[in-house]
């Protein structure tokens, strides 16, 4: 090290540099598992450097989120004693603080997949350290058949090898070890402090956010002083139980406490709030730090001496068959509880509270988390190996370190298809080249390409942007509670008016109109800009004010991406920056007594706008169609190979009904959840002429072809077996046990044939790695 915080020279990892140093040398890949304190994540790229590992090239660190790479690239410059951007940077979504000199780079796993599409073979890289390995995120997961693949071919095709390190906390190494051909795996000891566990008489799960607060104030009343760190699930979480911290010492006598200083930390947090965590607090005030499983690992907080662990973590759930999304409140791995614990180790002896008891973590706890692989929709992941353009890659039986099911993979290829970023023969178009380009979902991405046709991308933007956000309403004022009445404003009627007055009203107006979720989300942006983005434009439409301002944010971004792109220009009507349409659009504004005063030219417009905004939405929302059931409102899903039916939420906005009280035809949505019963969240209205073509496309699908493309039918025998699903079937009715005994032919016949691709694939990997075998014996440390 050149300068820098010389306690950090011997954390534990430093005196097992020689020996890194000389393994990474020896060997493409190595496996280091460093325990918390042994500094691998900030250390290990600075060893490769002294080490002059960057003079053929950059040393790139990934880490599973942005806040990380952002905060350790940060470090790391400062005890370097560099400026951030030059010798150390790093490079986020939307954001890149690093030059073609920077030495060191630190970069989120989805920043460098894309990196690989721009160069194949990641030239510009000498070593890549995959940090935080055993968190298992898709595009970790991804990035470790990905590179494994890479360094047999920089070695083939480059003067400059490779290197590949994969670190961890907690991993199995033997597991990595024989993935990666047998590498050699380091075990790092770490430099805690003792740790006490004290567990829970009775397990809190169902009121664990209550038992955090309780337990995070009765350590301030009564432990010495020292920062607390509290693992909640989410945001609406977080926030609640600030509110009722603040509010609980509020009430405490002055003398009965010292003062206590809570912040949040999740990941939707704007980085001016996260930079709060970071600092030291005023002197005397203990911090309690309410925080999502992003403080689990590479987000280290100075100051922590007691963890609050509730032993619970919100992950997603993804049913192919079905296309339902989850988002649960799960029990953490035993991974989790350790790498939790930690975090009370790191300055000195600490504490960590279990709100769960000794028998649950030893019998019922799960001891590692289910990879994000095996549990979410991987649309994104197979356009992103589709974009690879490999000739042997064949997407069904892609050397996964842990294969995802077989049925999420061929229901990726099928939506892919469906938007056609695949062709039949499941080869990549034009339109799937535009739609990876695009560092947003598949959906969104075929959406805001259709958008630019029909002259609507910063509508689009815009619904996307409230879309992604969390909390768009103030609790209590969405639009369910509008139509049900029972919004919350403490609006009584006006004497003058005999109107109820406040953000119900306002809101309301906007509800009748029952133009479908997106639409109204759409016209709440627009009041809300057109108002300049104030609070009491927020409380007029009973709008949560950090919510929209979070979506603000993420339109800015996504209006960037798509001028990066040059996404527009090509449309019925060109796309506009938002302070050009905020110009046009003011002139249609609510009046005072809250009804519209428009043109009937401005009304024509306007609702061309919305009809093609619609249209575009439904293009790229292909997988998520709902047809209502002829007789009443109820609707199935016909997005997926197993149509699901379900209801309206409870708090969507209205649709419009016909004589008979029947809302549209066809719908598309945003989200499909199961609670008390399937729901359709987030609904927006649809032309049969716009749908119709797009399910007739899905009446008969290939998916052998789509998986491996022209080159997988070269290599098949016999016949052509299509596989085929008619969850699409525009008639709208259901298939016999005929029809399902052909599907299990065709899976049988399906199942045969990738088996027996497999095998060869196998036999070539045999073949062209003993050759190769020479160098890979350095042997396990």
Not at 36 to 46: F, N
Not at 92 to 121: M, Q
Request: proline share 5%; charged share 30%; glycine share 8%.
């Amino acid at each position: 090290m050149t300068k820098g915080d010389e306690k950090e020279i011997v954390l534990p990892i430093r005196r097992f540099a020689e020996d890194i140093i000389a393994a990474v040398r020896d060997n493409d890949s190595a496996v280091v598992i460093g325990e918390t304190g042994s500094g691998k994540t900030t250390q290990l790229s600075q060893i490769l450097l002294e080490a002059k590992f960057a003079e053929t090239g950059q040393i790139a660190v990934t880490q599973p989120r942005r806040v990380g790479a952002v905060t350790v690239a940060k470090r790391v410059a400062e005890e370097r004693g560099v400026e951030l951007g030059t010798e150390v940077g790093y490079a986020v979504r939307f954001e890149d603080r690093s030059t073609p000199d920077t030495k060191i780079k630190y970069l989120t796993d989805g920043t460098l997949l894309r990196e690989c599409l721009e160069d194949n073979l990641l030239q510009k890289y000498s070593v890549i350290i995959l940090d935080e390995a055993h968190e298992r995120s898709l595009n970790t997961d991804i990035l470790f058949g990905v590179l494994k693949r890479l360094l047999r071919r920089r070695k083939q095709q480059s003067d400059m090898p490779l290197k590949l390190i994969i670190t961890s906390a907690t991993l199995d190494g033997e597991k990595f070890s024989t993935y990666f051909n047998d590498c050699p795996v380091f075990n790092v000891p770490g430099r805690c402090f003792p740790v006490d566990i004290i567990y829970a008489m009775e397990d809190h799960f169902k009121d664990h956010v209550s038992a955090a607060v309780d337990t995070a104030l009765q350590i301030h009343l009564q432990q010495p002083p020292g920062d607390i760190l509290v693992f909640l699930t989410g945001q609406a979480e977080i926030e609640k139980a600030i509110q009722r911290i603040n509010s609980e010492i509020s009430g405490m006598p002055e003398d009965s406490c010292g003062p206590l200083l809570a912040l949040p930390l999740h990941a939707s947090l704007p980085p001016e709030m996260q930079v709060r965590v970071f600092r030291a607090p005023p002197e005397g005030t203990r911090r309690v730090i309410v925080s999502t499983n992003v403080a689990e690992t590479s987000v280290t907080v100075e100051g922590v001496v007691y963890v609050v662990d509730t032993g619970v973590v919100k992950q997603k759930h993804y049913q192919p068959a079905t296309g339902m999304d989850s988002l649960d409140v799960v029990p953490i791995s035993r991974v989790g509880a350790t790498q939790r614990a930690g975090r009370a180790g790191r300055t000195r002896p600490g504490k960590c509270f279990r709100l769960y008891t000794k028998a649950f973590y030893e019998g019922q706890m799960p001891i590692i988390t289910l990879p994000e692989i095996q549990r979410t929709s991987l649309v994104s992941a197979v356009l992103y190996l589709k974009s690879l353009e490999l000739e042997d890659m064949d997407v069904l039986s892609f050397d996964f370190l842990d294969a995802p099911g077989q049925d999420a993979l061929e229901e990726a290829l099928r939506q892919l298809y469906c938007l056609d970023a695949i062709d039949a023969d499941g080869v990549i178009t034009d339109m799937g080249r535009r739609m990876a380009g695009l560092p947003v979902d598949p959906a969104l991405s075929r959406a805001l390409i259709e958008a630019e046709k029909l002259g609507c991308v910063s509508e689009v933007i815009s619904i996307s942007a409230m879309l992604a956000t969390e909390h768009v309403f103030s609790a209590g004022q969405g639009p369910g509670d509008v139509l049900r009445g029972g919004a919350r404003n403490g609006g009584m009627p006006s004497s003058s008016t005999g109107r109820v007055e406040g953000p119900r009203e306002r809101l309301r107006e906007l509800v009748r109109r029952a133009e479908g979720d997106h639409v109204l989300l759409l016209r709440l942006w627009e009041a809300w800009r057109d108002r300049g983005y104030s609070r009491d434009a927020a409380y007029e439409f009973g709008l949560d004010l950090r919510g929209m301002n979070f979506a603000k944010e993420i339109r800015r971004q996504l209006e960037g991406v798509v001028k990066e792109v040059r996404l527009h220009g090509a449309g019925k009507r060109p796309r506009e920056d938002e302070d050009v349409l905020e110009g046009r659009w003011r002139k249609l504004s609510d009046d005072v007594d809250g009804t519209l005063s428009m043109s009937p030219r401005q009304r024509a417009e306007d609702a061309r706008r919305i009809e093609a905004t619609c249209h575009a939405l439904t293009v790229g929302f292909v997988n998520k169609l709902a047809r209502r059931l002829p007789r009443h409102n109820g609707y199935k899903t016909v997005g997926s190979t197993k149509g699901q039916l379900a209801q309206l939420h409870p708090s969507c906005s209205g649709l419009p009904e016909d004589d008979d009280g029947l809302t549209p035809e066809w719908v598309i949505y945003h989200e499909l959840v199961s609670t008390s019963k399937p729901f359709l969240r987030q609904v927006c209205p649809t032309r049969p002429e716009y749908v119709l073509p797009l399910v007739a496309k899905m009446a008969s699908i290939n998916v052998l072809r789509l998986s491996r493309g022209r080159i997988r039918e070269q290599v098949r025998s016999g016949g052509d077996h299509p596989s085929k699903t008619n969850a699409f079937d525009p008639e709208h009715k259901s298939s016999g046990a005929g029809g399902v005994e052909a599907a299990s032919a065709t899976k049988r016949n399906t199942d045969d044939a990738v088996k027996a691709a497999r095998e060869r694939y196998l036999n070539r990997k045999k073949e062209s790695s003993a050759s190769g075998a020479v160098h890979n014996n350095h042997g396990r440390k």
